[in-house]
């Protein structure tokens, strides 16, 4: 038998909880929280100190607008893990935790609160075992916080990308309760802008198809009918890529 099977199960948490205390005491960080799908992550710093795991306000210059609002450092405690480690593998198989379930008692409300950081922490450390939330990979969920992101603090025109010698069109492109939306230019033409209706929501869950295709096509192939037989919203997911720079 080898060390793994001969391990209790108080032995396997005591080693994961020594490799995050490794994996933060070498190279304390910033990291995300792992959010909803249609909300994007914020930024905390986690170290590891003399055997204990702490979290921090974000230090990283760029992570500051995203940052998470701590005003002095949390302790993520020892005694905590095992009951959060535990519901992390809950969550990671599919399992829908969040919500009433996790605080039936008031006492259990504070170590709620602090789930978002311990999750984070986990998703640094064993990120292929994590859950997107519906991305296949996490890749996927960080170009949707990006997109999100830049569409919630600069809703603007996006102009399609045809590969023919047609002239591009605008559309507007926002951000609504966390939902990302197309609608018509308001800022140019009627004949300059796209013939939108009305405004059309970007589902999260098209986006790694579209990924995939935008790609593709990048490179010269003709995808049109396949792409349109997965999503009738692919020339804004394109648009919307190449404003993006990707």
Not at 185 to 207: A, G, T
Not at 230 to 240: A, E, K, L, S, T
Request: glycine share 4%; proline share 5%; net charge positive.
């Amino acid at each position: 038998m080898t060390k793994e099977t001969t391990r209790d199960p108080a032995q396997k948490l005591e080693s994961k909880w020594q490799k995050i205390l490794k994996e933060f005491g070498k190279n304390p960080r910033d990291v995300q929280t792992i959010p909803k799908i249609n909300r994007p992550g914020r930024w905390f710093y986690v170290v590891a100190l003399n055997g204990n795991l702490y979290v921090r306000h974000a230090m990283e210059p760029e992570h500051q607008e995203r940052a998470c609002k701590l005003k002095r450092q949390r302790h993520l405690l020892r005694s905590e893990f095992e009951r959060v480690f535990n519901l992390y593998q809950r969550w990671s198989k599919g399992e829908k935790i969040w919500g009433r379930n996790l605080a039936n008692k008031a006492e259990d409300e504070a170590q709620t609160k602090m789930l978002v950081y311990w999750f984070g922490v986990f998703a640094a450390v064993w990120p292929s075992k994590h859950n997107f939330n519906g991305f296949k990979h996490q890749v996927g969920l960080e170009r949707w916080q990006k997109i999100v992101e830049e569409f919630s603090a600069n809703p603007h025109d996006v102009k399609t990308m045809p590969t023919n010698r047609r002239a591009s069109k605008w559309f507007y492109v926002y951000v609504e309760k966390n939902s990302l939306y197309v609608d018509k230019s308001p800022n140019v033409p009627p004949e300059d802008s796209c013939k939108i209706s009305q405004r059309r929501f970007l589902r999260p869950s098209e986006l790694e198809d579209m990924w995939l295709f935008y790609q593709r096509r990048q490179d010269g192939e003709n995808i049109f009918r396949e792409a349109t037989e997965r999503c009738r919203n692919q020339v804004y997911w394109y648009g919307i890529f190449a404003d993006l720079g990707w």
